[in-house]
């Protein structure tokens, strides 16, 4: 069974099931989730807890004797199993298939795993679990639903904020949820319950955000001028290594480039979609929207462009690196064709 994240807080409040799957982009929202089933164990009488790491030269015999080797002093266990990398390999698949076949009594298995990718989803031990369990996928909120989740925090300590002091947050704290958490604790500190201004936000909260070059991706597919002028500049100041920047930037054009070529051929989207290896639901959402305001002449002026910059950055040429990217962003913001790049 899948349960969204808001969802099992209510289900915990049920006597707990024998197998819970943890897994997720989002290390805190993962380790409060996994908190959330340890506490309801204890409360629920799993007094003893085994926690199992199941990383190089781990011995999956173990997971089978830590759920049958039960307590003298209590019948009730959880079992604590995490896998850091998401890669059971072969002899781990197997075990993980017999485990979940075989749930002992008296046993509760939380099982803790990075984020899954499509391919791993379909793995027979993932469905094996799945199946047999309740998988819970915990990743952070996308940029246009963080000012709701910062909402949400703020009213479990009975205080909330205008529209203009969540966006600022979400402003200063995006790709770092660990740093948005430890902002809310910190207001919840400084100021009483009730209305919290945005003067008193802009004080306190510091910026912490954390960019990288998928967001810069994501911002230039659905045309955010502002959020990709903001994402270059935190990638400037971080230090960010130009030649990365550019190949995600020329890589994104260049698939654009030929969706753009086969709809205009006639050809099916989807299956352009699944050519090029576009899997991710938000990400088709996306790059359709950015195909709407790009022409085949657009994309070629762009690559002409990630032409240039990257001669700039072999010292071919002369100019600012990351004033071009700037330029080179908004130019597929806009959508419109453009004159070609400066040779």
Known sequence: MNLRP???????????????????NEPLLVLEAGDAIRAAARKQGYAEREVLVAGQGF??????????????????????????????????????????????????????LPEMDWATRKAAWFVALSEAGVVVELNAPERERLPDWLARRLAAQQQKASPDALAFIADHIEGNLLAAHQEILKLGLLHPPGELSLEAVRDAVLNVARYDVDKLRNAMLEGDAARCARLLEGLKGEGEAPPLVLWAVANEIRTLARLRMGVDDGQPLQGL????????????????RALQRLTSASLRTAILHAARIDRMIK?????????????LCLRLCRGAAQAPARR
């Open 273 to 288: 979609f699944k050519a090029e290896r576009v899997f991710e639901e938000r990400r088709k959402q996306a790059i359709q």
């Open 6 to 24: 808001e969802q099992l807080i209510s289900q915990l409040d049920k006597p707990l099931g024998p197998l819970y799957i943890l897994h997720g």
């Open 59 to 112: 011995r999956w015999t173990d997971l089978h004797s830590a759920a049958g080797n039960l307590s003298l002093f209590g019948a009730s266990k959880l079992v604590d199993l995490r896998i850091p990398n998401g890669k059971p390999g072969r002899d781990g698949g197997e075990a993980l298939q017999r485990y979940a076949r075989h749930l002992d009594e008296g046993v509760v298995t939380l099982i803790t």
């Open 315 to 327: 010292g071919l040429t002369t100019g600012d690196v990351w004033d071009e990217f700037l330029q």
